[in-house]
């Protein structure tokens, strides 16, 4: 379990990374949005109970959970031509890979470029009365929700870590809502309702949207 533990160490300390060099001085290119904040805010937050294996490691047609993409050389080895681990390697298979349950925090729709759906936003508290959200990139996602929140308002961005184009394209908020349940706020989970619309000059005939609701953890940096 070493490797898989520092790969996965490595994905969520590369998504940080990916958060905070968001050029927020260049936040004032989007509209401030409005905080509502409810004590119940009502509707289908089921989707948190939901979870997945990290990206690449799924179960087999033999039923054994194996690995797909970004996994350690040292597996390949353990399977035979046909995908299927040996069963005296079972053991030493999973020391290299993370099969633990991530649980959903995050159900949305969105267009974006290079965006393929994400099951997974990361909240943390940067001090009081400051909050950054920022939705997980992966294989075939490069583009990021960034919510910052800064008392009773917030600024969005979509930014966009291209691998078609090459080269980072940020695209700012235009307008949007954002609802917050302020009971579980204070209990350290964002449960949250948005829908927000982004600036798209390239082919403004073409909406940039991003919508859905947030059911997170609130991690202290």
């Known amino acids: 379990m070493k490797n898989s533990v520092i790969t996965s160490s490595l994905l969520l300390f590369s998504s940080i990374l990916f958060s905070q060099n968001l050029n927020w001085k260049d936040k004032a290119s989007s509209i401030l949005i409005p905080i509502k904040w409810v004590n ?21 047609e033999f039923g054994q959970i194996s690995c797909d993409g970004l996994c350690p050389d040292e597996i390949e080895v353990m399977k035979d031509s046909t995908g299927r681990i040996y069963e005296d390697s079972l053991h030493s298979f999973y020391e290299f890979i993370d099969t633990t349950h991530q649980m959903h925090s995050i159900q949305c729709d969105a267009w974006c470029y290079e965006w393929a759906g994400t099951d997974f936003i990361e909240v943390f508290r940067k001090s009081e009365n400051s909050v950054n959200c920022f939705t997980m990139t992966g294989i075939d996602t490069h583009c990021s929700l960034n919510i910052e ?14 691998i078609e184009q090459g080269g ?8 949007g809502y954002i609802t917050i349940n302020k009971k579980y706020w204070t209990e350290g989970i964002m449960k949250a309702e948005f829908s927000f619309n982004f600036e798209h000059i390239e082919n403004p005939e073409k909406p940039i949207y991003w919508k859905g609701k947030i059911y997170a953890k609130i991690k202290i940096t």
């Open 149 to 162: 929140i800064i008392g009773d308002t917030c600024y969005v961005v979509i930014d966009l870590k291209s």
């Open 40 to 60: 119940n805010l009502s509707g289908d937050f089921s989707f948190a109970n939901n979870w997945s294996y990290p990206e690449g490691v799924y179960k087999n």
């Open 168 to 175: 980072d394209v940020n695209f700012y908020c235009t307008r």
